[in-house]
């Protein structure tokens, strides 16, 4: 089978392309992407595709770079497509955004093909990830800690459609093809070395494996990451049905019963524990960090997840809370209606009755009518805050809140009403009681309400 045929058929064991597709060919210059560019363009007809090629110039190289970026506009002449390229000084980058120039570079250039993506209403990009990367990616996962999903190397195709064509051949093949057709292409200086982590890896550790160890090592490890990948997806069809069973949305929280959860395998409770903070504050957290979380499911406490998500459990129930800063906010209500708190996502819905009242959901607070000599002003607390109890004398906001074992990252999210210069409601925990109605007579209701999002 020669390596058209082949990469033609895994397109069409993993689905990758449809008739009709536009795929834009992420191209570097290098023998991979010039590879994977060629064979695409041999097979476009058959498929049913058109193409287009997308170049970032990193910057990083100076003449080399520039080098890279003409080499592939000539490549795409060759080829009558159509080319676009863009320049981003990845070095500044890395240095505002605070990550490595290999993060800032792989940013860039995804940023680039999805705007590009939506700009040409494309459907698929095609990157030239092959087997070897592959390979080394597992390697890298293996030595800085992973699971089985990192175990999984790098995905044939995510939710954003990345697609990887060539994914299932060696570097061999590919200098094979490259070699038999006259390809030309130019090579990135900075592979040559060993400055970068995976350098180190393409250069000493897979050799090493190759000579003393299995000359057929990079294919046993594809095969192994094959099965690997088999696993994990029959695994995460798991995660995602108890997922969906057990978790409680909110814009900030996610929560869930931590008992029933702790009924679950320890290993589908962790993945459950990573997807929630992925969704909440999209970052992977360490496994070391997930069994922290973990522990405090049957211990009890609290977790800094990261720099803006925290993790606590109260009476049996596990919440994760996105930090979230709150302005400044106060809003007058004189009469019936329902009404806007965009500062909170809610909407507070003031009605009038008269009659028997239920006092069982906390989210609603009744008044007496006759007791309302001033408009009703909802607010965020402020430092200092007061609040008269029955039988308790005055008490602050802040230590009723502590009493109530909120943690002090979800004190914030707790708005009061406030009476004629009285807070008379700390909303969702405690009222005053002075204005408290008596059943049979003429009532305020006062409704806290999530607002829906209709998008």
Known sequence: MDIKEKVLNYIKKH??????????????GGADSVCMLDILYDIKDELDISLSVAHLNHCLRGEEADRDEKFVKELCRKYSLHCYTIKVDVNKLAKESKVSCEEAGRIARYNFFHELKEKLSATKIATAHNK???VETVLMRIMRGTDIKGLSGIPVCNRKNVIRPILGLSRDEIEEHIKCKGLDFVTDSTNLGDDYSRNKIRHNIIPLAEEQFNSNFINVMASNIELFTEANNYIEKSVNTIYDSIISKDD???????????????????????????ELANRNISNDLCSLIYDALSNGGSVTVCENLNFYV??????????????????TFDSPGIYKVPELGILVNISEGEGPVDFRDKYTLYIDKSKLTHGLILRNRKAGDRMLLPNCGSKKIKDILIDEKIPAFFRESFPVFEHNGEIIWLCGLRDNGKMRILNGKKYIKITLLKEKNDE
């Not at 449809?18 to 191209?27: E, F, K, L, Q, Y």
């Not at 959860?261 to 290993?267: A, E, N, P, R, W």
């Not at 409770?269 to 929630?276: G, P």
């Open 252 to 278: 900030f929280v996610f929560s869930f019963s931590a008992p029933l959860l702790l009924q679950k395998d320890v290993y589908i409770a962790k993945r459950i524990i990573k997807k929630t903070v992925f």
């Open 132 to 134: 070897n990367d592959n």
């Open 314 to 331: 109260k009476y049996d129930r596990a919440f994760f809370v996105k930090k979230q800063s709150i302005p400044d906010f106060s809003y």
């Open 15 to 28: 689905k990758l392309l449809h008739a009709g597709d536009s795929v834009i060919c992420a191209v570097s």
